[in-house]
């Protein structure tokens, strides 16, 4: 059974850059057919869809945070990663990664980590 | 972008109610619509896709209707594990993925 892991530092100084990375066990990230996601939640509010990447590393974000976006593959370590620059407090969130499958829906999550950027 | 609308925002329901909760697309997004569970510090739970598919090992009594702009969630007769926090997610547009605001369901 897939089983997905992220984790990071929980703070992050604003304009600095918050980095997470997620461990996927159970299952290869290399597996085709599944895209491999990260989601947030904002304190008190609802999901927000960040972005995805295939496991032959095509990417696709959410318009709303292109230019300070990188997602990637580390396929010999079995993780992906999240990077957004230039990070203020309104990207305080509980950050999630998530195994989505070809039909757009996530069928493995994980249980989530909180960042909170503050000085 | 795709707007998704949950009614209600939170219900007050006890254990063997039906429950119901609607989502609404602001445009037709035909049966791309998913539904999710969502309970504090467990990992978030796909329980329906496609408008209407139960996904594995999830209980019977969920279940998931609706096409175009308007579906629900219902849930039979609620259980004490029930009481979480519920989004729909339209998958029509994959960039990017929408949710809606999210259903508290709360024990009466």
């Known amino acids: 059974q897939v089983q997905l892991q992220e984790s990071g530092p929980g703070l992050v100084k604003p304009s600095q850059t918050l980095s997470l990375t997620c461990t996927v066990s159970g299952g290869s990230i290399n597996s085709g057919g599944f895209y491999w996601t990260w989601i947030r939640q904002h304190p008190q509010k609802g999901l927000e869809w960040i972005g995805y990447i295939s496991y032959n590393g095509s990417a696709y974000h959410n318009p709303s945070l292109r230019g300070r976006l990188t997602i990637s593959l580390d396929t010999s370590k079995n993780q992906f990663s999240l990077k957004l620059t230039s990070a203020s407090a309104a990207d305080t969130a509980v950050y999630y990664c998530?195994?989505?499958?070809?039909?757009?829906?996530?069928?493995?999550w994980g249980q989530g980590t909180l960042v909170t950027v503050s000085s | 972008d795709i707007q998704m609308t949950q009614s209600p925002s939170s219900l007050s329901a006890s254990v063997g109610d039906r429950v119901t909760i609607t989502c609404r697309a602001s445009q037709t997004i035909s049966s791309h619509l998913n539904w999710y569970q969502l309970k504090p510090g467990k990992a978030p739970k796909i329980l329906i896709y496609g408008a209407s598919s139960l996904q594995s090992g999830v209980p019977l009594r969920f279940s998931g209707s609706g096409s175009g702009t308007h579906f629900t969630l219902t849930i039979s007769s609620l259980q004490p594990e029930d009481f979480a926090t519920y989004y729909c997610q339209q998958s029509y547009i994959s960039v990017p993925w929408t949710f809606g605001q999210g259903t508290r369901v709360e024990i009466k």
């Open positions: 998530v195994r989505a499958t070809d039909y757009d829906y996530g069928d493995t």
